[in-house]
């Protein structure tokens, strides 16, 4: 014989009350106090919306395509997390600075772990496909002393807007990504192409759904970095350009005025043009550091 189901006065078995109840009734903590707001948060959207059970099923079986959609070499859940501004959201919450210090941004969908460790001066186009570009970028602290040795890695979409892993068929592996150190003044140089602004990609989930609501998000041309050091927090963020028309239209919502570059066209007596970049980070000092002096 089964146990009687407890019942709460005045509550069904299946109230959100009881629900919370569960999860926080064993450990104290961040983890199950966010899934009780979680929880909390869905129950009342589903009540406020009423979906059938066929809707529901919708809902899950798009949550199933974005995990079939995700691999080591694409995020489509973070793709997700960004075109909702969840991403930026809790970037905006957990990178306070100081002022004047570059702002961080989200990361983005096609970020690799593997990019390779190149010498200043090289070319990351693998396919010489594309306007070249030349960047140059310095790294400072606050007080405006160069930051030796700090870390900046790279990467970007091409000059049709598409990253190398989007479509690995269509582009060396690794192309347009690359890690280098700074020089004892602080300055990084390479070449690359410049990149293109373009549609988020609508061959996956995530795409499709926004599109068939008749939403097409756009991200203005930019360029991703990573600058690391000791003793500093790291910056994550992009570097957009300031003529793209879509800059204040950012589907990521990253676009910032300190994030804005002049990308200067230059025309070669040939014809043949090129581009260049110059930027400089400024990075705060962690809060250890500051401590100490």
């Known amino acids: ?11 069904s078995p299946i109230s ?18 966010f899934l009780a707001r979680l929880v909390t948060s869905i129950h009342a959207l589903v009540r406020e919306t009423r979906p059938t059970r066929g809707e529901w099923c919708d809902v899950i079986g798009f949550l199933t395509e ?8 694409r995020q489509e859940w973070v793709l997700l997390s960004d075109l909702l501004a969840v991403t930026a959201l809790v970037e905006e919450i957990n990178s306070q600075r100081p002022r004047g210090v570059t702002p961080n941004t989200t990361r983005g969908a096609f970020y690799r772990a593997d990019a390779p460790r190149l010498p200043l001066g090289a070319n990351l186009s693998l396919d010489g496909v594309g306007e070249p570009l030349s960047v140059r970028v310095g790294i400072r602290d606050l007080d405006g ?4 040795g700090a870390t900046v890695e790279t990467w970007q979409a091409n000059g049709q807007g598409f990253y190398e892993n989007q479509f690995p068929d ?8 690359g890690i280098f150190s700074a020089d004892r003044t602080g300055q990084v140089h390479y070449v690359t192409v410049k990149p293109a602004g373009y549609a988020v990609p609508n061959d996956g989930p995530v795409g499709q759904l926004l599109g068939s609501i008749g939403y097409v998000p756009r991200r203005p041309a930019h ?11 790291t910056i994550t963020t992009q570097i957009f350009d300031g003529a793209d ?3 204040a239209e950012d589907a990521l919502f990253n ?10 066209k230059e025309v070669a007596e040939d014809g043949g043009v090129r581009w260049s970049l110059d930027f400089t980070f400024v990075m705060a000092r962690t809060a250890a550091r500051r401590q100490q002096g």
Do not use: W, Y
């Not at 014989?1 to 509550?11: A, G, K, N, R, V």
């Not at 360029?223 to 927090?233: K, N, P, Q, R, T």
């Open 223 to 233: 360029l991703h970095f990573i600058v690391a050091a000791d003793d500093f927090e």
């Open 1 to 11: 014989m089964q146990p009687p189901i407890p019942h709460t006065s005045d509550l």
């Open 245 to 247: 028309p879509l800059i």
């Open 255 to 264: 676009t910032k005025p300190d994030l804005v570059g002049d990308f200067l």
């Open 170 to 177: 269509l582009q060396p592996d690794c192309n347009l990504r």
């Open 66 to 73: 974005v995990g079939h959609a995700s691999d080591e070499l």
């Open 145 to 148: 002393c160069p930051i030796s």
């Open 16 to 33: 959100t009350e009881i629900v919370v109840g569960r999860l926080l009734k064993k450990v104290k903590g961040p983890l199950p106090d």
